[in-house]
């Protein structure tokens, strides 16, 4: 088979969960290539053979309307499995059977080969932690709620619409963070000291910022031609609230190019404030 | 050196974006094994030849502490920051370098081995989406309004703290999908029709459920020794639960045993509901 390029194939995601994770590590090697694949198809919680068998058949028909083999991402923990798909007419890229051997020859030790709660958020003191924070989160958005903020690990400050919100989840989800959030307004901007709400909480402070333009975009489609969405309006609030973490010592970070988890992390390691739930 | 176990060993988590991908494969490989590492460090953004320099002297340091060197789980995309880590006293188990090779053979091209918006949230529609997703949850979580449940993509239901509020929000951040949330309490069971703010949506609705056990745990961490949280009252509510899920034909799932993760892909399986958001 020649090599045929990329937009022609198809590409499968296959894993005994919820292929969450399959999706995240073919998603970052596709993205070293220009062109993107125009079918691709998640197949969840294949976790027995004959659930396999039926992955291999997808695959093996896909391959053949094509006319060019499936690119195939797998995590599949238990070896039954994985020799099906295995077997199928793709490019079987496969975590396990990549990293497992490996492991276990350094450790001079056998994995157990079983499914597990081994993807996301399964054993039950994280999930618990989990489930606090994003009440927190939920309580503590968008300023709706300030007495809580002496329980909270951060608090993110920063214009409507500059990220502070889904942040704030990702922080509590990903990582059991308590993370409340207070938008900056207008009538908090300009004043001679930092708004009441917040003033208390300094050293628990993280300021988001974004670039005028972006914010413009992302306002535009939420209040089309509105003053919210002038170009001068947000020129004006974003130097106030830039001056203002200026001039405060905020750490702040800005989130024009950045994806909601990488202003996470980011502020984890900023800020130094410590995970609940470990890795 | 000698095999040692793992409990000895540190372990790094090293990626130049979050590391949360990092973190996800290694800790579904390390499941794999009965005792768990000690130390575990998470290095992100090492997206330069410094950064990389200063990993290796980490992972260096762990080996000379621990007599036994690090199990290094990597994501690093450009070559430069690899071999520096590569060189380090540690097992290096790295994605790009597992993958993209046979990935570029495949298609008889080669990877950028470019720094990207490879992880996560990137680009710029699939963030607006996340958002609006994501408000849509906020907007809709626990009944607190209803006026908006024609928008959803899917309404759950169950009994409070059987996991609805986290599933949403993974749905809206994993899926861009607009799930909204109605509490099914005592009032809601043993009527003769649906609750009255459900009852025009039926076929949006998935409930979920959860084994009285386990929902006795958790609420007796909220509210102890309440009538809440008492084992006859939460049997009732259980019960009646699921009897009406089967009475109205309401799909639904035992979050029991299940993360967030497998909860929201599961929902996706069965319900059909289509995620807003390509992998």
């Known amino acids: 088979m020649t090599t045929q390029a990329m937009a022609a194939r198809s590409v499968f995601f296959v894993s005994d969960h919820s292929g969450v994770t399959a ?22 919680f294949v976790a ?10 997808l695959i093996d028909a896909a391959a053949l309307r094509d006319g060019a083999r499936p690119i195939v991402f797998s995590t599949l923990v238990r070896e039954v499995e994985r020799a099906i798909v295995k077997q199928a007419n793709g490019l079987f890229l496969d975590f396990f059977d990549a990293f497992l051997l490996p492991l276990e020859q350094e450790l001079g030790q056998t994995g157990s080969h079983m499914l597990g709660r081994s993807h996301g958020m399964g054993d039950a ?7 606090e924070a994003t009440n927190f989160a939920l309580a503590n958005d968008d300023g709706g709620q300030t007495r809580d903020y002496n329980r909270a690990d951060v608090i993110l400050v920063g214009l409507s619409r500059s990220g502070k919100t889904p942040t704030c989840l990702y922080l509590a989800l990903q990582y059991g963070v308590y993370a409340a959030n207070y938008p900056l307004t207008e009538e908090d901007l300009g004043g001679d000291d ?23 975009e992302i306002r535009q489609v939420r209040k089309p031609d509105s003053r919210y969405a002038s170009r001068d309006q947000i020129r004006f609030e974003v130097e106030s609230v ?5 001039q405060y010592g905020i750490p702040s970070l800005d989130t024009t190019h950045s994806s909601v988890e990488e202003i996470a992390s980011r502020l984890l390691q900023i800020t130094g404030v410590q995970r609940r739930i470990m890795p």
Chains 1, 2 share one sequence.
């Open 23 to 44: 999706e995240t590590l073919g998603h970052s090697l596709l993205s070293q290539f220009e062109r993107r694949p125009e079918h691709s198809v998640t197949l969840p």
């Open 48 to 57: 027995s053979p004959e659930k396999a068998e039926e992955a291999r058949r």
């Open 125 to 131: 003191a994280s999930y618990m932690t989990r489930i």
């Open 194 to 216: 930092l708004p009441g709400a917040i003033r208390a909480h300094r050293a628990k402070l993280f300021g988001l910022t974004i670039a005028v333009e972006r914010l413009r």
């Open 242 to 246: 830039e001056g203002m973490y200026r």
